[in-house]
Structures are given as structure tokens and as C-alpha cells.
């Protein structure tokens, strides 16, 4: 399974961004998918995770009411819906996949994408 992240780029604070990740090598209805990301220094962290069926998901506290997590499995996508940035929001972002139900842990993901960088400018 190969997941390929894409999205991030420069926005200033308080704009929006919409992150993609496309998953290949198996079809993305077979697996829950999540958003993690890692700033500089920092540990990786939880961000979003959607069931295989879009039915749940799973935001992070601190993030709930301005990120949300989509899927389109006739893309084999997943999206990171993320508003009113801050700069506390630049990090690399990494997609994963999983087998398990909803998981809100690294260690809970057996696929991970590259990442893609997202930088939020005062």
C-alpha cells in the first residue's frame, strides 16, 4: 500500500488549506484512514482519523472546529480540510493507513505516506 500526500504549501493566518492523500497498491475502502503531523522538534500527533466506511471520525480536541477529515473512496482519497490557521499549524502532514478502527496513536498505523509541508506565516 502507497500513500501519496499533497496539498501543503504557504497560507497565511487565519487562511485555509486542503490537504490530499491518495492511497494505490489496494483500494482505500479496505482500510481507516488518518492524519498525523510534526512539527520541528516535536513528536508526530494525532490529528484526524475517518472509518473505512466514512461513517466515523475522529478529530483531535484542540483541532475540532477547524479541521475536518473526508473521504472519497471512488478516488481512493482522503482530505484534511484545515481552517482559521495558525502559526501553531505548520508542520509536515502525514496520511496513513490502518486495519484497525480508528486509532489515534503512530503505532496504531501500519501505512504511511511522505508528508507534505504545511507553513503558516503571522
Known amino acids: 500500500v502507497q500513500l501519496q500526500a499533497s496539498g501543503g504549501g504557504l497560507v497565511q493566518a487565519g487562511g485555509s488549506l486542503r490537504l490530499s492523500c491518495t492511497v494505490s497498491?489496494?483500494?482505500?475502502?479496505?482500510?481507516?484512514l488518518g492524519w498525523f503531523r510534526q512539527a520541528p522538534g516535536k513528536e508526530r500527533e494525532f490529528v484526524a482519523v475517518?472509518?473505512?466506511?466514512?461513517?466515523?471520525?475522529t478529530v483531535a480536541a484542540s483541532l475540532k472546529g477547524r479541521f475536518t477529515i473526508a473521504r472519497d473512496d471512488a478516488k481512493n482519497t482522503v482530505y484534511l480540510e484545515m481552517n482559521s490557521l495558525n502559526t501553531q499549524d505548520t508542520a509536515v502532514y502525514y496520511c496513513a493507513a490502518t486495519a484497525l478502527f480508528l486509532p489515534t496513536t503512530v503505532a496504531g498505523y501500519s501505512y504511511w505516506g511522505q508528508g507534505t509541508l504545511v507553513t503558516v506565516s503571522s
Open positions: 475517518i472509518s473505512s466506511n466514512g461513517s466515523r471520525q
Open positions: 497498491g489496494r483500494t482505500s475502502s479496505n482500510f481507516d
